[in-house]
């Protein structure tokens, strides 16, 4: 499959959007906190290969058993702010560069400041397009970006509450559309937080792999254990150790802080507490 969508699907024009435009260099993709390697591999860029790869090695196995939405990822946290959407471009990313295999990244965060808004794609058709309008095709919203193999499925907009409202669907038989529309891509779904928003939860049983954020230093142990108990059905739980000082760890990049992955399905969490940030 050609890793570029056709550029007639990387619009997905609307009246009034491009309020910014949509990421157009690799430059733009930074701005959103993609990790730039001008200069050689960076400590970071190899921590989120080595995510991607043990990643991909799941995803082909729920592909091949047959496990509902097998090609779906969530990435969520215990808390706002520990790292999801930066974990969730940087892994989607490595996805499309190592795996072969077409990502989407799919922005299911209503927040301000979600993906989409750093991206320039807070206008656009998306996600909850779909929520409102089961006619849509997936393949019609996701836009192409700079980087070969990685497309990203914008938030779209919650429609009004209205007289429509018998058409609404929920968000969990949107993801089973994305997973069926988009099967030969991998999707990465950026989510909100446990604790603080009902998607992640909601949505866990539809996906085949959950990548749960940890911040080192800053996630406490109960409130983790605490969103693992949300999310207890799952099969596939990952926990990543993100930001973790340049202090703690003997070598690292040009970034103060990198990735740690504990690539242990349904791991308990760690026995010791996060450190505490240098
Ligand atoms: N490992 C890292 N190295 C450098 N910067 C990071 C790292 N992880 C996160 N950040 C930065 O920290 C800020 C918060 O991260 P991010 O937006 O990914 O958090 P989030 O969990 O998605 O937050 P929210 O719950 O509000 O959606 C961003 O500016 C992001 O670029
Ligand atoms: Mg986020």
Known sequence: ?????????????????????????????????????????????????????????AIKASILSGER??????????????????????????LAQTAQRPVVLVDADLKPGSLSELMGLKRQPGVFDMVSDASLRPAELVVATPLPGLSILPIGMPAMQTDLDHRR?????????????????????????????SDPSILAPSVAQIVMVVESGRTQRPELEAALELIRGSPKVMLMLNKVSGRQRSAF??????????????????????????
Request: hydrophobic share 35%; aromatic share 6%; with cysteine.
């Open 1 to 57: 499959m050609d890793t570029h969508l056709p550029p007639e699907l990387a619009t997905g024009d609307r009246p009034g959007a491009h309020a910014r435009p949509a990421p157009r260099t690799i430059a733009d993709l930074a701005q959103a906190g993609l990790i730039i390697e001008d200069e050689g591999r960076t400590r970071l860029g190899d921590e989120f290969r080595i995510c991607a790869s043990r990643l991909h090695s």
């Open 69 to 94: 939405n097998g090609n779906a990822l969530m990435v969520t946290s215990t808390k706002p702010a520990e790292g999801k959407s930066f974990s969730s471009l940087n892994l989607a990313a490595a």
């Open 169 to 197: 669907r929920p968000l969990v038989e949107v993801v089973d559309a994305l997973a069926a529309g988009l099967s030969d891509c991998t999707l990465v779904i950026d989510t909100g937080p446990l604790l603080s928003t």
């Open 253 to 278: 990049g040009a970034y103060s802080y990198y990735g740690d992955y504990y690539a242990r399905p349904n791991a308990p969490p760690p026995s010791n507490p996060p450190a505490p940030q240098g």
